[in-house]
């Protein structure tokens, strides 16, 4: 059995701490490592790391290869979307790429970012749906409801089949309900959540494209035609120009509404397990340890007479007095108060964010790269300071700047430094001034980390004022 994981959400409703450039997957929300390394973690027993694949966006796929690289996944198994298109397309791409590999093969769909707390009881499930997906059925699994959900889709179970002790047909797919249709549901019975996960061969979901979305069934094997390898640090698999055009075409549809609504060959399989799709803010109250009051705070929070409240925040203390049923977000550029009863509507508020240009929607002040990551320290007309991270071996591009001169203070470990046409060493507590317009490039060539502080003067101080002449990462 392969395993595909959808990586290429965007985490909208965990703003303030999810953002466009650092999705909710990438982050570090619940358990001991991000939503994707707990994800694989959790698939290893069953399934091995040289039969999982992941398909992110590509602006995403560097640090999911780093984020994964630990658990054995190899590079070359990550699909890199030059832009999303949900669900159908993804998966359809995926399952022509291990087509080649062996079309008879079950292949098992995973969202990248859910907490399931029971995974011996999960990998249990998925066994029996291979069973039944090598049958040539399209295996959904359906979470058995705890509460009258209006934010996940719901199925409607049908008839045993035949031969199958745990799958049964399906009699409809619910789009999510208002509150008095959920509780409906519940009160009648035979109803389940829509949790995402799915089971079939490999050759059944290219036939069922084939049936009910032949525009992307046409166009699959053009665009696996081109996906190339990346040739730097991590080889993972994306798309030439003409394959990102062709992929760039495609309609924006989801598994579910584009194949699995319309298809006569899905079956579900009940899921008993603990399960979230931790999406939104509220979420962590189901799957985090609560106080006696039925808080959720991280370590920073001091709180008097708070119940029912959802505090988080990274260095700075929190204190809060008599809130309840409330979710604070607090981020060094962004803060975020909220009605518990309204952490859905979190991505309406960001939408209203990205009509106003706001940069908080895509970037935190902590920005990841290939080479490391920088943090900026303060921002003002004229100046900008940062602290640049530069991970062991790692280097940043050969740039120039027409609008800022830069000065560079070494905090810990050691630079060397292209400026034009010398090579400098730089040590803790040295400094260089890199004048405008000069060619620069920086790197660290030891096996500690180096930090360094930059402080950019002049008239424009953004990301935009950066040309490029060489880069390890294909960024020129």
């Known amino acids: 059995m392969f395993g595909v994981i959808l990586a290429g959400g965007s985490g909208t409703r965990f703003w303030p701490k999810s953002r466009e450039q650092s999705p909710k997957q990438l982050l570090r ?51 890199a979307e030059p832009v999303a298109k949900n669900t159908a397309a993804a998966i359809g791409f995926a399952a022509k790429v291990l087509h080649e590999k062996d079309p008879d093969a079950v292949m098992a769909v995973f969202p990248a970012d859910h907490v399931i707390k029971n995974p011996e009881a999960f990998h249990e499930i998925l066994r029996r749906g291979e069973e039944v997906a090598a049958k040539g059925f399209l295996v959904t699994l359906g979470i ?154 991280t370590e920073n929070v001091t709180a008097l007479d708070c119940s029912g409240s959802i505090i988080q925040g990274e260095e700075r203390i929190i204190a809060a007095v008599g809130l309840k049923d409330l979710i604070v977000v607090d981020t060094p550029d962004a803060l975020l108060v909220c009605n518990k009863n309204k952490a859905q509507e979190v991505k309406q508020l960001v939408n209203q964010l990205k009509e106003k240009n706001r940069p908080e929607v895509k970037l935190g002040v902590t920005v990841q790269k290939p080479w490391g990551s920088y943090t900026v320290l303060e921002k003002r007309d004229g100046y900008l300071v940062k602290r640049i991270d530069v991970n062991s071996g790692e280097r940043l591009s050969l740039q120039s700047h027409n609008h800022r001169n830069e000065h560079w203070t070494v905090v810990s470990g050691t630079a060397l430094v292209d400026l034009d046409d010398n090579q400098i060493i730089l040590k803790e507590n040295e400094s260089l001034f890199i004048p405008l317009k000069s060619k620069h490039r920086l790197a660290n060539p030891h096996g500690t980390p180096l930090i360094l502080i930059e402080v950019q003067i002049g008239d424009k101080v953004d990301e935009d004022d950066l040309i490029r002449y060489k880069d390890d990462y294909d960024r020129c």
Not at 59 to 72: D, I, P, S
Request: glycine residues 6%; charged residues 25%; proline residues 5%.
């Open 144 to 297: 058995q409801p705890t509460r009258a959900e209006q934010g996940y889709g719901y199925i409607k179970q049908g008839q045993a089949l035949e031969d199958s002790e745990v799958a049964f047909k399906v009699e409809r797919f619910i789009e999510k309900p208002d509150a008095a249709t959920a509780k409906k549901f519940i009160d009648e019975g035979g109803y389940f959540w829509n949790c995402g996960v799915f089971l079939w061969k490999v050759s059944t979901i290219l036939e069922e494209i084939q049936i009910h979305l032949p525009d992307l069934y046409e166009k699959l094997s053009a665009i696996v035609s081109h996906t190339i390898e990346n040739n730097r640090k991590y080889p993972y698999r994306l798309l030439d120009s003409e394959g990102a055009k062709i992929y760039g075409s495609l309609a924006s549809i989801s598994i579910d509404y584009g194949v699995l609504e319309k298809s006569k060959r899905v079956a579900l399989i009940p899921a008993k397990i603990q399960w979230s799709d931790v999406g939104a803010w509220d979420a962590l109250q189901e799957v985090a340890e609560k106080d006696a009051h039925g808080n959720v705070f």
């Open 29 to 79: 929300i619940v358990g001991p490592g991000t939503m994707i390394q707990n994800t694989v973690e959790r698939l290893l027993p069953l399934i091995p790391a040289d039969k999982i694949f992941m398909v992110t966006h590509a602006l995403h796929a560097f640090e999911t290869c780093r984020q994964t690289k630990t658990f054995g996944v190899p590079p070359s198994q990550l699909l």
